[in-house]
């Protein structure tokens, strides 16, 4: 396939576009990226996606498809050649669902709370909510990768690509907080899958080193006039 058939419109270091790079190399399709100026939005991407106005937008030929999930899904099933990323059983499926919408809309928003919350509040989001989940998805990694190196098994598959797209973003927290977010004593299996994750081939170059995350997070203070980098970086992707 050439590659000015297939478009990927994107912001660095958006968890949302990283994933769906990742799902793309997973596939082994060539694309074009096309990185946005989220301050002065471009004409093709207001027109691929008018509604949400947002980043990923992926254009396959004329189509274009909006939403990180949605274009993995999509992703995976207009391409069948490489590794299936959702899971083939029905129930499986259902549940792989089920857990990336834990994650994209009831965990990792806890991490922009995270930020806007001062003295003792914010060691209960971390300890009580944050690190709660975390064990929690340790206990879906166990359950769902059947004892292999990952959620999909013995490939990267969908929850791998969504819990995995945040990696950078935790590690930022962790350094620019002080806080100990992946912990080897509560949750070893995650701690060892992240490690493998981010040394994939299909990963290596797509996930942002951590300065870098931190070096765009004061940028987007700057842009935002707000104490939340964080939420407005996620308010302009999904």
């Given at each position: 396939?050439?590659?000015?058939?297939?478009?990927?419109?994107?912001?660095?270091?958006?968890p949302y576009v990283n994933r769906v790079q990742i799902a793309l190399n997973m596939k082994s399709i060539n694309y074009?990226?096309?990185?946005?100026?989220?301050?002065?939005?471009?004409?093709l991407l207001l027109n691929a996606n008018p509604v949400n106005k947002?980043?990923?937008?992926?254009?396959?030929?004329?189509?274009?498809?909006?939403?990180?999930?949605?274009?993995?899904?999509?992703?995976?099933?207009?391409?069948?050649?490489?590794?299936?990323?959702?899971?083939?059983?029905?129930?499986?499926?259902?549940?792989?669902?089920?857990w990336a919408d834990y994650i994209d809309h009831k965990w990792f928003p806890?991490?922009?709370?995270?930020?806007?919350?001062?003295?003792?509040?914010?060691?209960?989001?971390?300890?009580?909510?944050?690190?709660?989940?975390?064990?929690?998805?340790?206990?879906?990694?166990?359950?769902?990768?059947?004892?292999?190196d990952y959620f999909g098994g013995d490939s990267i598959g969908y929850l791998d690509i969504v819990l995995g797209s945040f990696l950078g973003w935790l590690t930022a927290i962790e350094m620019t907080s002080d806080v100990q977010l992946l912990d080897i004593t509560k949750t070893p299996d995650l701690v060892e899958w992240s490690n493998r994750f981010s040394l994939n081939d299909v990963v290596r170059n797509v996930v942002p080193e951590t300065e870098k995350v931190i070096e765009?997070?004061?940028?987007?203070?700057?842009?935002?006039?707000?104490?939340?980098?964080y939420a407005y970086v996620f308010n302009q992707t999904i």
């Open positions: 396939m050439e590659t000015n058939d297939v478009k990927l419109l994107g912001r660095c270091a958006s074009e990226y096309l990185e946005e100026n989220l301050g002065s939005k471009s004409s947002k980043v990923p937008v992926l254009i396959h030929g004329h189509k274009s498809v909006s939403e990180s999930l949605v274009i993995v899904q999509y992703i995976d099933e207009v391409w069948t050649n490489g590794p299936c990323l959702i899971p083939s059983d029905p129930l499986d499926r259902a549940e792989a669902r089920f806890l991490t922009a709370e995270f930020k806007l919350t001062q003295g003792e509040g914010r060691k209960v989001v971390v300890k009580e909510r944050i690190i709660e989940g975390l064990v929690l998805l340790e206990e879906v990694f166990v359950k769902c990768s059947k004892g292999k765009l997070l004061n940028v987007y203070l700057k842009l935002s006039s707000t104490l939340n980098a």
